[in-house]
């Protein structure tokens, strides 16, 4: 069966390092990914869509990268600040839905 | 712009108990529907989706139902909450293939 894997530990960084989020997704090739913010209590919000043709995907501070032969997503933060302090969740498309990983939390120390 | 709206924020509701939790779409026309359920430490699943008025995909057997009586409001319902039944509902919508998803603020629920 389909399976996406997040570090499940939090991510602990100082402020202005960059932040390395990981994701792994086997037994499917999906067209794309989507990788998104979650709060405490809140909806996820979207951050960055990654397609399979595509290596990289930059947007400000953020940087996505997909490796489709690894089956593997990286997600940079750089720079990073206490307010990207949260839970990041990427979602491989799985024929025509979303499926979700469990995320990981991203904690940055001032 | 488009917004989102769900309710209530939270819940407390006894075993056996009927559900109905609401969700409208507001400043967009025929957007995909779904609900999806976040309990603790688990990954988002998707629960329902519905691409038009009265077409519901189910995506996992359990005790809940779903209905989209107009094309911006999304219901989810039982008829008898079990304890496992507690979680996060998060609504969101979109307009398809590769279109990213807006999610509500979700309803917590626990079941008691």
């Known amino acids: 069966s389909q399976k996406i894997e997040q570090n499940s530990e939090a991510l602990n960084i100082q402020e202005g390092k960059t932040a390395t989020l990981t994701c792994n997704y086997t037994?499917?090739?999906?067209?794309?990914l989507q990788w998104y913010r979650q709060d405490p209590g809140r909806g996820p919000v979207f951050l960055l869509l990654?397609?399979?043709?595509?290596k990289e995907k930059r947007k400000e501070r953020l940087k996505v990268t997909f490796d489709t032969t690894l089956k593997q997503s990286l997600f940079h933060i750089t720079a990073s600040q206490p307010a990207d302090s949260a839970t990041y969740l990427c979602?491989?498309?799985?024929?025509?839905?979303?499926?979700f990983g469990t995320g990981t939390r991203l904690q940055v120390f001032p | 712009s488009q917004t989102i709206h769900q309710w209530p924020a939270t819940l407390v509701q006894p075993v056996g108990s009927p559900l109905s939790l609401e969700c409208t779409v507001e400043?967009?026309?025929?957007?995909?529907l779904y609900w999806y359920r976040q309990a603790a430490g688990r990954g988002l699943q998707l629960l329902f989706y519905?691409?038009?008025?009265?077409?519901i995909s189910s995506e996992v057997p359990q005790n809940l139902s779903a209905s989209r009586p107009q094309d911006r409001q999304f219901i989810l319902s039982s008829k008898k909450l079990l304890l496992s039944d507690s979680g996060f509902y998060l609504c969101?919508?979109?307009?398809?293939?590769?279109?990213?998803?807006?999610f509500g603020n979700g309803t917590r629920l626990t079941v008691t």
């Open positions: 969101a919508w979109n307009w398809g293939r590769e279109s990213p998803l807006h």
């Open positions: 037994n499917y090739s999906p067209a794309y």
């Open positions: 990654i397609r399979e043709n595509e």
């Open positions: 979602a491989p498309l799985n024929t025509d839905k979303l499926i």
């Open positions: 400043g967009t026309s025929n957007p995909n």
């Open positions: 519905s691409v038009g008025i009265g077409q």
